[in-house]
């Protein structure tokens, strides 16, 4: 997909984007391909994962950042994933032209269907890793970055680098979740050691789980030291949305690159990661089930 290449617009080396891959089935999934730069992604880009990322909206996932964002902006979506969120950050800038990047073909594939069935005209996807990107300084408005430093190994880096290509004056926008808050009730004991687990993989991972709570130190670290910081929570207690999440999180315990890790990494043992998956189910279908965690969210302008 081509882009814009004038002085300050926005310059890119988008790769070929790649046909979707097979439905993954079982356990064999392998997990070396969500490496890029050092970095493995813990969840994976299987069926279950990209099917709970693709109900992400921008009203819901940026809207701490909606201020920011002018109808001619020039929006940087670093992680865009299945681009559910990108493409309501284009209707945003209906004048400007958003670029969503991510380290896989195969999810880029993915989002260039979203894309294409949401009818905007002003998306452009590229495979790029956020540790180099490939565009000038300040050729951006904004960047963001939604649920993406939580898997980084180095996400100061990430965040500087995401500032290197915002112009002064221009904004950083990072929104990540806290796993350590993810509570429910009833409280079951498959799912705390569901919490358990996945915390010990993205730790192997190099990667910080519980990264919300680091957004500010991040950014300081980063060279952002105004940085404005909000919180927002999601809940599930609709059976609905209960059992979406729940039975959701059944299927990415058995059949996703975490599943896959748990077991390799030997934080849990096939017999375990079947017994999380039922205590998802117990919780999605009790019907005074609910859950919740925090989401921190940091906005800071570029010098």
């Known amino acids: 997909m081509g882009g814009e290449a004038s002085d300050g617009s926005l310059r890119h080396s988008a790769q070929p984007l790649g046909g979707c891959a097979a439905a993954v089935t079982d356990r064999a999934v392998p997990y070396a391909a969500a490496v890029t730069g050092g970095d493995v992604y813990t969840h994976g880009h299987q069926p279950a994962v990209v099917a709970q990322h693709a109900r992400r909206t921008a009203e819901d996932c940026a809207a701490f950042a909606r201020h920011v964002i002018e109808p001619d902006s020039r929006i940087l979506d670093v992680g865009c994933g299945p681009a559910s969120i990108t493409v309501g950050l284009a209707r945003w800038a209906e004048r400007g032209h958003v ?62 680098e995401m500032a290197r290509v915002v112009r002064p004056g221009g904004w950083v926008a990072v929104r990540d979740s806290d796993y350590s808050t993810m509570r429910g009730y009833p409280s079951i004991t498959e799912i705390t050691r569901w919490r358990e687990v996945y915390r010990q993989v993205c730790r192997h991972n190099d990667a910080e789980p519980d990264a919300g709570r680091h957004l500010f130190a991040w950014f300081r670290a980063a060279g952002l030291p105004e940085v404005q910081m909000s919180a927002s929570v999601w809940q599930f207690w609709t059976p609905e949305t209960r059992r979406n999440w729940g039975y959701s999180w059944a299927d990415r315990c ?17 017999a375990e990661m079947e017994q999380i998956a ?23 302008q570029a010098t």
């Open 254 to 270: 058995l059949n996703t690159s975490f599943a896959r890790q748990a077991v390799d990494y030997g934080y849990a043992t096939s």
């Open 278 to 300: 039922a205590g998802w189910r117990v919780w999605a279908d009790h019907p005074d089930g609910y859950f919740h965690f925090i989401h921190s969210e940091a906005l800071a």
């Open 99 to 160: 670029i969503g990047i991510e380290v896989t073909d195969e999810i880029l594939a993915t989002a260039a269907a979203t894309v294409a069935e949401a009818g905007v005209a002003n998306v452009t996807l590229a495979n790029e890793s956020v540790y180099e990107l490939p565009y000038d300084d300040g050729a951006f408005d904004v960047a963001y970055a939604h649920q993406v430093c939580q898997h980084l190994s180095d996400p100061v880096a990430a965040i500087s």
